[in-house]
């Protein structure tokens, strides 16, 4: 739960364009759209990626809370137009319409599509398809573009890194001391975002076999932030821990279906003497001979970066569709197909990141506080 920040963003697929709103920006930050864009065109990318992202170039205008290039301490409202829109006026139409649209009716398996008919009681999957869709997430990256910019201003920098595609895995462990946005900029390189040249090559046939035999593939992926102060989160109440926020966020992204905070899962299988980062003092502060907790004990960051790494499963929309039952007619028959992503792992890592950046802006302005940029520096400096 943020407590500092609040943000909703609006829009369909294919409809007009997605709306976004984000309130509690302190004044005085330094935003323009070029800014933006650049985040933006980080989550197009990657290899997997359907027609859709060829299509759309995605650019977010700057509506309000913004003059003279820097926030005005009011609510920052964003618009990304669809580009596609053109091609989708007469099924997405606002007003009535008296065109005959076909409806969709066959759910996909691995969508909400059965789910969001049943429970809204529509006749047409048409309208689940539209806002359950992953596209609203450009507009979560612009949002976090701008808390990106804050984080920049105190010198947190947040990144990752993809780490699996399939059963393709890269287990080498990171090296953050040059901070978060080096390693990033390595990782952009590769056309999966990751660091390893064989294993992105081993990768990209994966996601090319899976799309030949109209399949799909999922992975993991590393996020990390590095420049954290010490005391971000708290253990006072449970929506307050650090983790609890940051996995909110993270699991709020479509398809992700799990997370964990430095070595989580393979550090139950070992004892504790072996887990625990012990605590050094080097004349000024405290050190870690580790960081297996992935920088938070306590639901409070201790200082070291923070790490953490979080599973997407693959794409439910298969072009080789799977069994499903006709929400008119009740006849078995196959999924619904759309257009499709094979594998977006490494775009679902850019929006990790971009939900990550929200997080510890809200987290950063909870603890130090601040009307102005300059009245959080002052007060992070004293
Ligand atoms: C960046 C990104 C792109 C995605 N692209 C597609 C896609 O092209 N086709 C599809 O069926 N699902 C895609 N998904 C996944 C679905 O949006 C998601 O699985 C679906 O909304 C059901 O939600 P759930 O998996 O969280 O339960 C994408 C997800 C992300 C994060």
Request: hydrophobic content about 35%; charged content about 25%; glycine content about 10%.
């Amino acid at each position: 739960m943020l407590t500092k920040l609040k943000y909703l963003t609006s829009g369909e697929s294919h409809g007009k364009g997605l709306l976004g709103i984000i309130n509690g920006m302190p004044a005085g930050l330094e935003i323009d759209e070029d800014y933006i864009q650049a985040q933006l065109s980080r989550r197009q990318k990657g290899h997997g990626r359907g027609k859709r992202m060829k299509i759309e170039s995605d650019r977010a205008e700057i509506y309000s809370g913004v003059r003279l290039g820097k926030t005005i301490g009011a609510p920052i409202g964003l618009i990304i137009e669809n580009m596609d829109y053109k091609n989708w006026v007469s099924i997405m139409p606002v007003d009535k319409s008296t065109k005959r649209i076909k409806n969709i009716t066959l759910p996909r398996p691995g969508h909400a599509d059965l789910a969001g008919v049943e429970k809204f009681g529509f006749s047409d999957i048409r309208n689940v398809i539209e806002r359950s869709s992953a596209r609203e997430t450009a507009m979560r990256v612009a949002i976090g573009s701008i808390c990106r910019k804050l984080l920049k201003e105190i010198k947190i920098e947040i990144g990752s890194r993809v780490i699996q595609i399939h059963d393709i895995s890269d287990d080498s462990v990171v090296d953050l001391t040059k901070g978060a946005e080096l390693v990033t900029l390595q990782a952009d390189k590769s056309d999966v975002r990751c660091l390893d040249k064989t294993k992105s090559n081993n990768m990209i046939e994966k996601i090319d076999s899976a799309k030949k035999a109209g399949d799909s593939v999922g992975g993991k992926f590393e996020v990390f932030a590095t420049g954290i102060p010490l005391g971000l989160g708290s253990y006072s109440q449970w929506f307050d821990r650090l983790q609890s926020k940051i996995s909110e966020s993270i699991m709020s992204i479509n398809a992700i279906k799990g997370i964990e905070f430095g070595n989580g899962f393979e550090n139950s299988s070992k004892r504790g003497s072996k887990v625990h980062d012990e605590i050094g003092w080097d004349g000024e502060k405290y050190t870690r001979y580790s960081n297996n907790a992935g920088g938070i004990e306590g639901g409070i960051s201790n200082g070291e970066p923070i790490i953490f790494q979080a599973a997407m499963k693959p794409i439910p929309t298969l072009i080789k569709p799977l069994r499903s039952i006709d929400i008119i007619s009740k006849e078995e028959k196959l999924a619904h197909k759309e257009r499709t992503d094979s594998c977006a792992v490494p775009a679902a890592s850019i929006i990790a990141e971009s939900m990550l950046c929200i997080v510890i802006a809200d987290s950063v302005l909870e603890k130090f506080g601040g009307d102005s940029i300059l009245e959080l520096k002052n007060h992070i400096n004293s």
